[in-house]
């Protein structure tokens, strides 16, 4: 009998539901596990996987904002039947009474596990990677260039407050008061802003006083470039814009040495200077739609990764910021959630769009100028969209560009900063990219002065009250890990690299968290396709094993390795084919001095589509080259 290869996402949460009903049998018994299983299948019967992707998390994010005590649950506005005389829903009725009382309101003290148990089974599937639709596509392209007009009001605003700035400071010069001269913001008088201004221009003064931007090593990122090249190609240099050279020249920032000049000089001729254009793609993200990235020219990529190289060096080691402001380590956000819903003196709060709402002049009005002149001259001024239109870019930086990430973040640090009442909130904010995790008491005020600066506040997902918080990927409430386990990369019958590693990684998580059945079922599925798949039994390093696994040693080739001292197995692993590309000495030796022992730090969730990287490689190779993402599954010996 051919074993089934399939895996349907339905039957992962009946799995899931099963192991619920294992944990929680006293409420939720043989016959509610039997009844939500069938309204499961009816549902997905005549919604199709929309219901999973979609109609859960609805549910999920109404969940989640009736833990903050900000709204009532409400399940019949989202497509699910209540129970008699409750606001509640039927489906998982039994845990959410233990959350909450008859009218949505949360409970006194409801029950942390339960919270966990609903949440993951509400949102498995929402960030499953199925394809978009156009409509999803047209939505994105509508919000970037939405979030681009509207940073037209923001920037008049802001060249208000850069006069009434200049004002003031005339002003205080001549020992005379200010007078506001506008009102821009319903919470702030104009006076209020420039004194937040003042005090974010000075912390980030102080904090790049001795920043030489010239003392950079720029080199190549791991993503795609709008001008196309690939690999080794990077580094044959046919166009370098004139507001590059500017600053930086030719033989000082991209050649080896003095002796690649000389050997090179006539090819000089040959390289344009044009201002190239950024350019937009969609890649998939999850069951929302597709993700904007602006991939840039290869040589503002260049000079970009060499900055934020020198900025994160700089940042993560001065005392004014490196326990405030983090670029390459989630872990300070994600202990503050939890101690943030377990105390509830700590709020955290997400921005919607915030990389494509930190206007240029925002940035140029906080930002010293021994920093902007550097970043001006390695940012895009355009980006293409897909449909070949050009769009002047307003914004600093999309998303995709190497500066994008530090400098909002440094923005929103500064603002909240020098708007802060007193040191205890000031050594209190914690700002990884757009998650910030402030006092409680300061949460009202830091999302008006950010909002006041032209960044828009996410309110769904800023967590204010209540014992939920969420942040850097994780989800507490009062003080209890409620994360669920989200499945990303979409089941394939044949034997996919990615598909192979990423469902291994979910069973093991979910493993961990005692949800058995489920985890039997995927191993099922993988084994069904993979054949025997090894457990940490065999003590095998570098590569995926499952918790446990039904194959026995005997199912693997083996033998004993003298040198090692120890049993090796045939087993399989990811690898990605390497590429060997020779090219002129002197640029190989450019790519060994920027890349071999100057790796740049990258944050865990950047990177993980379209990009070209290097192998890691001991000792490095710099003729070879690694093809992300077109990695396939071998035999090796472990």
């Known amino acids: 009998m051919v074993p089934n290869k399939s895996l349907d996402e339905h039957i992962v949460i009946h799995r899931l539901l099963y192991d619920a009903h294992v944990s929680w049998s006293e409420i939720f018994n043989a016959r509610a596990l039997k009844l939500t299983c069938q309204k499961v299948s009816d549902r997905v019967r005549s919604e199709g996987i929309g219901f999973l992707t979609k109609t859960l998390p609805r549910l999920g994010k109404c969940l989640d904002q009736a833990l903050t005590g900000s709204i009532r649950l409400t399940a019949a506005v989202h497509g699910f039947d209540t129970q008699d005389g409750s606001e509640l829903p039927r489906f998982l009725g039994e845990f959410f009474a233990r959350i909450f009382q008859q009218d949505g309101n949360i409970l006194p003290n409801p029950d942390a596990k339960c919270v966990e148990v609903v949440r993951t089974i509400l949102y498995s599937f929402y960030k499953y990677e199925i394809p978009y639709t156009e409509t999803q596509e047209q939505q994105v392209l509508s919000d970037f260039r939405k979030a681009e007009e509207d940073l037209t009001h923001s920037d008049a605003c802001i060249a208000i407050l850069r006069t009434a700035l200049a004002e003031s400071n005339r002003a205080r010069r001549r020992g005379k008061a200010y007078a506001d001269l506008h009102d821009l913001s319903k919470d702030f008088s104009t006076s209020n802003l420039v004194r937040v201004i003042r005090e974010a221009q000075r912390l980030l003064i102080e904090l790049f006083v001795s920043f030489d931007g010239y003392d950079i090593i720029p080199r190549h990122g791991p993503g795609v470039v709008s001008t196309g090249e690939r690999l080794s190609a990077k580094f044959l240099w046919t166009n370098i814009s004139h507001r590059i050279t500017d600053v930086y020249p030719i033989d000082a920032y991209f050649c080896a040495s003095n002796g690649h000049v000389c050997d090179s000089y006539d090819s000089f001729d040959a390289i344009k200077n044009t201002d190239n254009s950024a350019q937009v793609i969609l890649v998939p ?223 093991n998580q979910l493993f961990d968290r005692r949800r058995f059945a489920t985890y039997n079922y995927i191993v099922e599925r993988l084994e069904a396709v993979y054949g025997p798949i090894p457990d940490k039994s065999m003590n095998i390093s570098s590569c995926p094993c499952l918790r446990v696994s039904s194959a026995r040693k005997d199912s693997f080739k083996r033998k004993t390795d003298k040198n090692l001292q120890k049993v090796l197995y045939r087993v399989r692993v990811e690898e990605s084919p390497s590429v060997t590309q020779v090219i002129p000495g002197w640029n190989m030796l450019l790519r060994y001095f920027t890349e071999a022992a100057n790796p740049v730090p990258v944050r865990p969730d950047e990177n993980r589509i379209g990009v070209v990287g290097n192998k890691p490689a001991s000792p490095f190779a710099v003729s070879e080259y690694t093809r992300r993402h077109s990695s396939i599954l071998v035999w090796r010996w472990r």
């Not at 989630?330 to 943030?340: D, F, R, S, Y």
């Not at 550097?374 to 940012?379: G, I, L, N, Q, S």
């Not at 999309?398 to 923005?411: D, E, K, Q, R, V």
């Open 285 to 507: 993200k999850d069951s929302r739609g597709p993700r904007l990235i602006s991939c840039e020219p290869v040589d503002f990529q260049w000079v970009q990764q060499g900055l934020r190289q020198a900025i994160y060096r700089l940042v993560e080691g001065n005392v004014l910021t490196k326990y405030n402001v983090f670029f390459t380590d989630q872990g300070p956000n994600q202990k503050g959630a939890l101690l943030g819903s377990s105390t509830g003196k700590y709020a955290t709060l997400d921005l919607k769009e915030a990389s494509d709402r930190v206007s240029l002049d925002l940035v140029h009005l906080l930002f010293p100028e021994n920093l902007t002149r550097f970043t001006d001259v390695a940012r895009s001024v355009s980006t293409v969209l897909p449909n070949g239109e050009k769009l002047i870019l307003r914004k600093f930086a999309p998303m995709g560009s190497a500066l994008c990430f530090p400098i909002m973040a440094l923005t929103i640090w500064s603002l909240l900063t020098a708007n802060a009442p007193d040191a205890d909130t000031r050594e209190s904010i914690l700002v990884y990219g757009d998650d910030v995790i402030v006092p409680t008491a300061y949460a009202a005020s830091a999302m008006a002065i950010l909002e006041a600066f032209g960044l828009k506040i996410n309110q769904a997902k800023s967590c204010t009250q209540g014992s939920f918080r969420e942040s850097c990927g994780v989800d507490a409430f009062q003080g209890v890990n409620v994360t669920p386990v989200r499945f990303r990369t979409v089941w394939d019958e044949s034997p996919r690299p990615n598909v192979y590693t990423s469902w291994i990684a979910y069973a």
